[in-house]
């Protein structure tokens, strides 16, 4: 962790018990299955869509220096 900075991009449960805590980010899957879904209906329905953001967590643990 002196070195290198690591951060992981699913927030696992892997990443709490690693040998070196490991920083991840959680992309929220179930949220953006969701809006996608929402945005394929309004597409179908000859809606115009939209710009979306979703939401993400920082887990910040050993990986990034903290």
């Known amino acids: ?3 290198v900075k ?3 991009v699913d927030n696992s449960p892997a990443c709490k018990v ?3 805590p490991l920083t991840s980010v959680s ?3 179930a949220e953006r299955g969701e809006i996608a879904i929402n945005l394929i ?3 179908m329905a000859k809606h ?3 710009s979306v953001q979703v939401s993400s967590q920082l887990t910040i ?3 990034s220096g903290a």
């Open 48 to 50: 115009s869509n939209r």
């Open 6 to 8: 690591v951060v992981g």
């Open 27 to 29: 992309l929220n899957y």
């Open 41 to 43: 209906e309004r597409a």
């Open 61 to 63: 643990r050993k990986s």
């Open 18 to 20: 690693a040998i070196v």
């Open 1 to 3: 962790p002196e070195q």
